[in-house]
């Protein structure tokens, strides 16, 4: 199985921070990575998708980056309601393994 | 719209077998692009994808290792819908169970989630 490892596993930022979040693939990966949004009680929902395409309907301030075994979510400037847990997920074979999460919380 | 809605008890013993069925709105479960996957989320195991079901000219099936000698996913097209059936659950089975749609593996709908928890 691919092991997805996520860091940190939670942070602490103000509204307005510039927020980035780390994903590393226990192995190669290309592009076959996806981005999720968890918030208490609610599924996920999809953010990113193939890295770095922007799903519809998501806020600009949201990118992805990265290829290999190393990706990359950043919140350009956080808003109240992007305080929830992140988490990263590769597609790139089965078993479709997730990253721990990150908890993004409020200083 | 793609809409999932999940059934199923949110109680299971020691033992049984754990069902939960997904009706589809705004799809089809046979659907030549889609798959439709059981995830479930507890805290020890966190996100844990368990299998799916989908439709290329046939009706295929993975499994994740972890539950492969005991779960069954099954496609139903009568009623648009699939359904997990996991056997022989223990405690480890209690989490949050979520029914979920891919196309191009990408987890783009999700159903409500149900709590399951596995005592006596």
């Known amino acids: 199985d691919i092991q997805m490892t996520q860091s940190p596993s939670s942070l602490s930022a103000s509204v307005g921070d510039r927020v980035t979040i780390t994903c590393r693939a226990s192995?190669?990966?290309?592009?076959?990575l996806n981005w999720y949004q968890e918030k208490p009680g609610k599924a996920p929902k999809l953010l990113i998708y193939?890295?770095?395409s922007l799903q519809s309907g998501v806020p600009s301030r949201f990118s992805g980056s990265g290829s290999g075994t190393d990706f990359t979510l950043t919140i350009s400037s956080l808003q109240p309601e992007d305080f929830a847990t992140y988490y990263c997920?590769?597609?790139?074979?089965?078993?479709?393994?997730f990253g721990g999460g990150t908890k993004v919380e409020i200083k | 719209q793609v809409q999932l809605q999940q059934s199923g008890p949110g109680l299971v013993k020691p033992s049984q077998t754990l069902s939960l069925t997904c009706a589809i709105s705004?799809?089809?479960?046979?659907?030549?692009?889609?798959?439709w996957n059981w995830i479930r989320q507890s805290p020890s195991r966190g996100l844990e994808w368990l299998g799916r079901?989908?439709?290329?000219?046939?009706?295929?099936?993975d499994y994740a290792v972890s539950v492969k000698s005991r779960i069954t996913i099954n496609p139903d097209t009568s009623k648009n819908q699939f359904s997990l059936q996991l056997n022989s659950v223990t405690p480890e089975d209690t989490a949050v169970y979520y029914c979920?749609?891919?196309?191009?593996?990408?987890?783009?709908?999700w159903g409500q989630g149900t709590l399951v928890t596995v005592s006596s």
């Open positions: 979920s749609r891919s196309t191009a593996n990408n987890f783009d709908y």
């Open positions: 997920q590769q597609i790139y074979s089965t078993p479709l393994t």
């Open positions: 705004g799809d089809s479960v046979s659907s030549n692009s889609g798959a």
């Open positions: 079901t989908y439709y290329r000219s046939k009706w295929y099936n």
């Open positions: 193939a890295a770095s």
């Open positions: 192995q190669y990966i290309s592009s076959y």
